[in-house]
């Protein structure tokens, strides 16, 4: 079965802080994400990355970086968090799905909240 | 822009019966559709895909349609019971395109 882990299932974060979730994936996938899930709005994409070092913004970036120094590791950093960012945020991977179609494997979600 | 439609928010089913949910989208012609399950303050779960050409798939008590006249994909969940109670959520995409669009999906209640 694939996994894909993340680090902090909870976490409590000060405006301003900087805050890395991490994400690690065991099935050798080259496509990992992160999105951010808010109460009406459903899952929105951050950023993308489809190799080691290679990345692509989503559809709300700001705020965020990321780091894929490792095809198994996606790590998304928020600079300077702020409240806004009080979110549950969901690392997920995929294999290239040129051909098959790409189904996405989730992990388990962080809940983040700065105050 | 591409546009992702879930049919409800909420639907509450009693429990036996059949439950639909809908997925429809607009500016966009995909070649597979994707469904998910998502349980509460868990990661989503692939369920089924099903493709342009296929029209239909079942998975147990699991039935999906896809009509790409009417760019609307249909869910069915045949003898619900409590345990399908999650929110539902459908992915349109194209072969190529390895970003996924969810809908914002169907919370779906079964009442015993």
């Known amino acids: 079965d694939v996994k894909v882990t993340q680090s902090s299932r909870y976490l409590v974060k000060r405006t301003g802080e900087k805050v890395f979730l991490e994400c690690v994936q065991d099935?050798?996938?080259?496509?990992m994400f992160w999105y951010r899930q808010d109460p009406g709005l459903g899952l929105r994409l951050i950023y993308f990355?489809?190799?080691?070092?290679?990345?692509e913004k989503g559809d709300i970036p700001e705020g965020y970086s990321v780091s894929r120094e490792k095809k198994e590791r996606f790590s998304l950093i928020l600079e300077s968090a702020s409240t806004n960012q009080t979110s549950m945020y969901l690392c997920?991977?995929?294999?290239?799905?040129?051909?098959?179609?790409?189904?996405?494997?989730f992990g388990e979600g962080s809940w983040l909240t700065v105050v | 822009s591409q546009k992702i439609e879930q049919n409800s928010e909420a639907l509450n089913i009693q429990e036996g019966k059949t439950a639909t949910l809908t997925c429809n989208y607009t500016?966009?012609?995909?070649?597979?559709l994707q469904w998910y399950r998502q349980d509460p303050g868990r990661g989503p779960v692939f369920l089924l895909l099903?493709?342009?050409?296929?029209k239909e798939k079942r998975k147990e008590r699991l039935k999906v349609t896809f009509d790409t006249t009417l760019k609307q994909s249909l869910f069915h969940i045949t003898a619900s019971q409590p345990a399908d109670s999650a929110t539902y959520l459908c992915?349109?995409?194209?072969?190529?395109?390895?970003?996924?669009?969810f809908g914002t999906g169907t919370r779906l209640t079964i009442i015993p």
């Open positions: 997920a991977s995929s294999l290239k799905g040129q051909y098959t179609g790409n189904t996405i494997y």
């Open positions: 099935m050798d996938h080259e496509n």
């Open positions: 990355s489809y190799d080691v070092k290679m990345k």
């Open positions: 500016n966009y012609s995909p070649a597979y």
């Open positions: 099903i493709r342009e050409n296929e």
């Open positions: 992915a349109p995409s194209n072969f190529g395109n390895e970003k996924l669009t």
